[in-house]
């Protein structure tokens, strides 16, 4: 569930919150009166009332997709006194169509009107991969878990493909084509192009689906029930007949970094080959913002924190990893990552570590040059472990 606009004035006082129900394109849009915060009023999906004139907002439901809304708060009194009823810019995308800004607008009863052309001529010449989403138990404790899968070109139910989890975080199943500050999609799309399925999963913590999955985190700690989601998804598209079990990889940046470390440590055999970017391996600094799971301080829980912190876990690697880290990075030092190497090396673990020289904690987005040179280096590594050697 997240905020997609306020009306917030003398005439208004309501916060418009947008949630989703599986499939995502059947989310609601649901509206908090401040004065009685506790009563929440669930309205068809598109259309909020007010003085019983509607209200048209890009909520999912109106079409599939992902819609992030910049509302403008005065926009209704504005409308009353001088019929100028624009209430929304509307950033608008699904999964076969980039992002684009459209005006929502009560004029011309809730038909968005199109200000931008992202894509260029040529788009319509490419062969686009396809999207499916899932829903499949979690084989610890039946919670539903929903993915997002991208099938190669060309595929044919019956055979068994190799498939990369990743890249893995919370909250990355959006029906959305794009994102300017996650170039992950172009990534997605060229390894569907080589033969891969792609698949992203909603692991515990994520957004949207409920309190149940929201919390289980709270309990179930970092580095623990988010990567037993993960091998639920794996389980599910390997008894499908989906995935070839001795080719599944694993990957994922920051906190999907940390995943992807623990998944490998924790589940040797799961995973053929992970690739951890900028890995918080150090839970420490995550304090105090994730004090919510991590615990008060390392010195109150001192298990909690181990059983959550990547570095103590390195004995159990078995599965070729790769590392890729900048070492501009503010957010995940990567002074942390050069103790995970020590401890790696110190327990006679061989794997590959990518440094990026001047790099941020998005390393993946920071300049053109740097994006395909580690992607470069991404595919190489996963061709290498995953596809099967040329007869």
């Given at each position: 569930?997240?905020?997609?606009?306020?009306?917030?004035?003398?005439?208004?006082?309501?916060?418009?919150?947008?949630?989703g129900?599986?499939?995502?394109?059947?989310?609601?849009?649901?509206r908090?009166?401040?004065?009685?915060?506790?009563?929440?009023?669930?309205?068809?999906?598109s259309?909020?009332?007010?003085?019983?004139?509607p209200?048209?907002?890009?909520?999912?439901?109106?079409r599939?997709?992902?819609?992030d809304?910049?509302?403008?708060?005065?926009?209704?009194?504005q409308?009353?006194?001088?019929?100028?009823?624009?209430i929304?810019?509307?950033?608008?995308?699904?999964?076969?169509?980039?992002?684009?800004?459209?005006?929502?607008?009560?004029?011309?009863?809730?038909?968005?009107?199109?200000?931008?052309?992202?894509?260029?001529?040529?788009?319509?010449n490419?062969?686009?991969?396809?999207?499916?989403?899932?829903?499949?138990?979690?084989?610890?404790?039946?919670?539903?878990?929903?993915?997002?899968?991208?099938?190669?070109?060309?595929?044919?139910?019956g055979?068994?493909?190799?498939?990369?989890v990743?890249?893995?975080?919370?909250?990355?199943?959006?029906?959305?084509?794009?994102?300017?500050?996650?170039?992950?999609?172009?990534?997605?799309?060229?390894?569907?192009?080589?033969?891969?399925?792609?698949m992203?999963?909603?692991v515990?913590g994520s957004?949207?689906?409920g309190?149940?999955?929201?919390?289980?985190?709270?309990?179930?700690?970092?580095?623990?029930?988010?990567?037993?989601?993960?091998?639920?998804?794996?389980?599910?598209?390997?008894?499908?007949?989906?995935?070839?079990?001795?080719?599944?990889?694993?990957?994922g940046?920051?906190?999907?970094?940390?995943?992807?470390?623990?998944?490998?440590?924790?589940?040797?055999?799961?995973?053929?080959?992970?690739?951890?970017?900028?890995?918080?391996?150090?839970?420490?600094?995550?304090?105090?913002?994730?004090?919510?799971?991590?615990g008060?301080?390392v010195?109150?829980?001192?298990?909690?924190?181990?059983?959550?912190a990547?570095?103590?876990?390195?004995?159990?690697?078995?599965?070729?990893?790769?590392?890729?880290?900048?070492?501009?990075?503010?957010?995940?030092?990567?002074?942390?990552?050069?103790?995970?190497?020590?401890?790696?090396?110190r327990?006679?673990?061989?794997?590959?570590?990518?440094?990026?020289p001047?790099?941020s904690?998005?390393?993946?987005?920071?300049?053109?040059?740097?994006?395909?040179?580690?992607?470069?280096?991404?595919?190489?590594?996963?061709?290498?472990?995953?596809?099967?050697?040329?007869q």
């Amino acid at each position: 569930m997240r905020a997609v606009g306020t009306e917030i004035n003398s005439f208004i006082d309501r916060i418009h919150l947008e949630a989703g129900n599986f499939p995502f394109a059947t989310g609601q849009c649901f509206r908090f009166g401040l004065p009685a915060l506790f009563v929440v009023e669930m309205v068809p999906a598109s259309v909020i009332t007010q003085d019983d004139k509607p209200l048209v907002i890009g909520c999912p439901g109106s079409r599939p997709g992902r819609f992030d809304l910049t509302w403008f708060p005065f926009a209704v009194k504005q409308c009353r006194f001088t019929g100028v009823c624009v209430i929304g810019a509307d950033i608008i995308s699904n999964d076969s169509i980039p992002a684009d800004l459209y005006l929502s607008t009560l004029q011309d009863k809730g038909k968005e009107k199109r200000l931008t052309t992202s894509q260029r001529s040529e788009f319509a010449n490419y062969v686009w991969a396809k999207t499916r989403y899932l829903h499949f138990p979690a084989h610890t404790d039946g919670t539903e878990l929903v993915a997002r899968v991208t099938l190669p070109h060309n595929f044919q139910s019956g055979k068994r493909y190799p498939m990369i989890v990743g890249s893995i975080y919370s909250d990355t199943v959006n029906q959305e084509w794009n994102s300017s500050e996650w170039p992950a999609w172009g990534l997605d799309q060229f390894l569907a192009s080589r033969g891969y399925i792609v698949m992203k999963v909603n692991v515990a913590g994520s957004w949207g689906q409920g309190k149940v999955l929201r919390q289980r985190l709270v309990t179930g700690l970092y580095g623990n029930i988010d990567i037993d989601d993960l091998e639920s998804a794996v389980r599910f598209m390997v008894a499908e007949g989906y995935a070839d079990p001795e080719r599944v990889g694993i990957w994922g940046s920051s906190y999907g970094g940390l995943m992807t470390l623990m998944s490998l440590f924790k589940k040797p055999g799961l995973y053929a080959a992970g690739i951890a970017g900028a890995p918080a391996s150090n839970v420490w600094h995550a304090f105090p913002e994730q004090m919510w799971t991590l615990g008060n301080t390392v010195h109150d829980n001192f298990e909690k924190y181990q059983r959550q912190a990547a570095q103590h876990h390195t004995s159990g690697l078995e599965d070729p990893l790769m590392i890729i880290h900048g070492n501009a990075d503010v957010v995940v030092l990567y002074g942390d990552t050069l103790d995970l190497s020590s401890r790696l090396i110190r327990d006679g673990k061989l794997f590959e570590l990518v440094t990026l020289p001047g790099a941020s904690h998005g390393w993946k987005g920071d300049n053109l040059a740097q994006t395909r040179f580690a992607y470069h280096k991404m595919i190489e590594f996963f061709d290498r472990h995953l596809k099967p050697p040329k007869q």
